[in-house]
């Protein structure tokens, strides 16, 4: 096969290679635009509380709408995003658009708001959460701030310093997509975390093999002893509600309760 395709396949490799490295240096243009043109945006999708049946807040998800693309997912944005520091600017308006739309919402109502693990490393993150919450008039203890463990990776003092302050102005800290990371435990006991989103992959994987159904329960379990409130996130059917209900976790979240939505939904969605 390699003698066949020869030197046509290498150049055909080349080509691509190229293609997609362009491709990479035009987005990252698009990119730093976007803010400016206004092409962002931020969808929000409600977590239940499991004992009283009702919403009590928002996940802030972030949109791109690309003039060509088309919408780009946050999965394949974020990281360039990361990788040339634009982040930083694009997680600040997030947080100020977040606390402006949030402080709108019924009183006890919370927002939950991504913050990456870049963002911790320029100093400035504890500042802009104050000023997006002076600034929006948003009390901080209705304000979630989700970080994943990749945050605790590295400088972990530095982070761990940031997260307490911000903890004692009232905010809130959810540890993310808990389960898929490395060193969980040991992160668990380094910081007293308000609350744990147990990772979709378990949730969804725990009506097909008894691992991950295992694994849910022992992670609803020990949050559930360590005094942290528990996310099942990524709830897709009425089975995988029954199923967490029989847990320890707190919340749900997911397509089954709502899809992430546009801010201008959200009164519709509560009077319902
Ligand atoms: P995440 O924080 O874990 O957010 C949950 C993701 O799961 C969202 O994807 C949401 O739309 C999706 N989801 C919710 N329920 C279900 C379900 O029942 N089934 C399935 N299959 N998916 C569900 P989305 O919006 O594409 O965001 C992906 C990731 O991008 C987020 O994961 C988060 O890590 C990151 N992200 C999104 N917005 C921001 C942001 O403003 N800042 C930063 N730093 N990261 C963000
Ligand atoms: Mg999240
Ligand atoms: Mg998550
Ligand atoms: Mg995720």
Request: hydrophobic fraction near 40%; glycine fraction near 8%.
């Amino acid at each position: 096969e390699a003698k066949r395709g020869g030197r046509g396949q290498f150049r055909l490799f080349e080509t691509g290679m190229d293609a997609s490295i362009r491709e990479r240096r035009e987005l990252e243009v698009d990119l730093r635009r976007a803010l400016a043109l206004r092409q962002f945006e931020l969808h929000y999708q409600p977590f239940l509380e499991l004992s009283g049946n009702k919403v009590t807040g928002f996940e802030a998800l972030l949109r791109w709408d690309h003039p060509t693309r088309g919408r780009i997912s946050p999965l394949s944005f974020i990281p360039l995003a990361e990788e040339t520091g634009l982040i930083g600017k694009i997680g600040e308006w997030v947080l100020r658009t977040a606390c402006t739309t949030a402080a709108g919402w019924p009183d006890p109502m919370t927002v939950a708001v991504n913050v990456s693990p870049v963002q911790f490393k320029d100093g400035t993150l504890v500042e802009t959460v104050l000023s997006a919450l002076a600034q929006s008039g948003l009390p901080a203890h209705r304000l979630e701030i989700e970080i994943t463990e990749s945050a605790l990776l590295d400088e972990t003092q530095s982070v761990l310093a940031a997260l307490a302050r911000l903890r004692d102005m009232g905010v809130r800290i959810s540890m993310d997509d808990f389960g898929t990371g490395y060193s969980s435990l040991s992160y668990l006991q380094k910081f007293p975390f308000d609350k744990i989103k147990i990772d979709r992959s378990f949730i969804q994987g725990a009506s097909e093999n008894p691992e991950s159904a295992a694994i849910l329960k022992a992670i609803a379990r020990l949050g559930s002893s360590l005094g942290m409130a528990i996310t099942a996130e990524g709830v897709e059917t009425a089975e995988q509600l029954e199923r967490i209900r029989g847990e320890h976790c707190t919340h749900v979240q997911g397509y089954f309760t709502g899809r992430p939505m546009a801010s201008a939904s959200i009164g519709a969605f509560l009077d319902r």
